[in-house]
């Protein structure tokens, strides 16, 4: 059943909640494509506007063309906060990392084995591992996954180069399929997105 679309909350100021973000990522997780020339197709695309910071840009105006929000437009923030805050829509690329990275947040769910679709009830004391490429060996039916190949409902993403469309709320908004469309014909190869918490720092 699909989860319920999260919902901005009225104010900040009262509402304390974990920042998240879109991402993107190759279908391939392992692959360790170059970060230019996604760099270059968000520019083309005006996604991406003024950098402000390493591999950080601010959003730019073609963001709400190829970002598409469900249901009814959110007052989306698009300029740095003055406190600093990370909490305004902008764009970060991360990776080629050597290994993948799995991002997970506050609406992970258990992830299931893609063999038997058992659960990892456990998947949170065996993250640490996961991230220092150890597979995920499933309880259920001893077959052994990367982590970024789990079912992960679209609630955790793991590859070796991420594309960050920070300050989006879990289900709030998707890729355009242009969007898809061209990073596919960039890099050979479907690209997949997911909701997770904000990668900050490396
Ligand atoms: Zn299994």
Redesign the pocket.
Known sequence: MPRPLSRRPRSYNIVRMELTSLFLAPKDARARPDATALVELLKELDVIGQAIGTATFLAGHGFARHIVFAGCSPHLVMQPPTDGSPAFCHVAVHGPYPEPRLVTGPNTVKPR?P??R?RFGDWRQRLEQWNHGDPAV?A??G?STPASRLDWRQHAIGASLLLEMRHVFPGEASPSDHLLQRLEQTYGQPWRYAWAGMLLAD
């Open positions: 084995c063999q038997c058992g499933c259920q039916c077959s």
